[in-house]
């Protein structure tokens, strides 16, 4: 019986020390695991503090930013000493309407600066990046009589006063 004893004893005893040296192996991990854990851990932690950072930041840049306001139209009329409404594509409305101050007509093989502006008209309008080359050749022209006829002007390939004024129209309205 003790004999009995001992073995049971044995075997329990046994089973135990496998018992713990299997968890042993299973949980613990080595140094640079650990370490690298340790690191996800806080990168993670850091990474749902910046976010909740650029939320507040974003909240308090919304508080600073200007209400776009509607274009006037025609009938309105902006009274002195008031701020004209600034639109997205201001600069070049700016240069359209120098080209209209001027009396400027730009057709088939013009060359500039002014044709540049057309260019980049045509390449906002068009949802194109073709290079802004400054030469009003076939290519140019085309795309202009494009956007005149689509506006309900003549369609002869010459911008002018009226097409410019329509570029313009079109510009404030995006």
């Known amino acids: 019986m003790e004999n009995f004893k001992f073995t049971i004893f044995a075997i329990v005893g046994l089973v135990a020390v496998g018992l713990l040296g299997y968890w042993s192996l299973v949980s613990?991990?080595?140094g640079t695991e650990h370490a690298a854990r340790e690191k996800i851990e806080q990168l993670q932690k850091e990474n749902e503090e910046l976010k909740t950072e650029v939320e507040?930041?974003?909240?308090?840049?919304?508080?600073?930013?200007?209400?776009?306001k509607p274009a006037p139209s025609e009938e309105?009329?902006?009274?002195?000493?008031?701020?004209?409404?600034?639109?997205?594509?201001?600069?070049?409305?700016?240069?359209?309407?120098k080209l209209?101050?001027?009396?400027?007509?730009?057709?088939?093989?013009?060359?500039?600066?002014?044709?540049?502006?057309?260019?980049?008209?045509?390449?906002?309008?068009?949802?194109?990046?073709?290079?802004?080359?400054n030469d009003y050749g076939a290519s140019t022209q085309k795309a202009v009589m494009g956007f005149q006829k689509a506006s309900g002007l003549p369609s002869d390939g010459e911008a002018g006063k009226t097409t410019f004024e329509k570029m313009i129209e079109w510009l404030k309205k995006q």
Do not use: M, W
Not at 56 to 68: A, G, H, R, T
Not at 78 to 84: D, E, F, K, L, N
Not at 106 to 115: M, Y
């Open 28 to 30: 613990i991990e080595s």
């Open 56 to 68: 507040s930041l974003k909240n308090e840049l919304s508080q600073y930013q200007p209400e776009e």
């Open 76 to 97: 309105q009329n902006i009274q002195p000493g008031t701020v004209a409404p600034v639109y997205e594509h201001q600069v070049l409305i700016d240069e359209l309407e």
């Open 100 to 133: 209209i101050t001027d009396n400027v007509v730009i057709k088939l093989k013009s060359r500039g600066t002014r044709v540049g502006t057309i260019q980049k008209f045509l390449n906002i309008y068009n949802g194109t990046s073709n290079r802004v080359d």
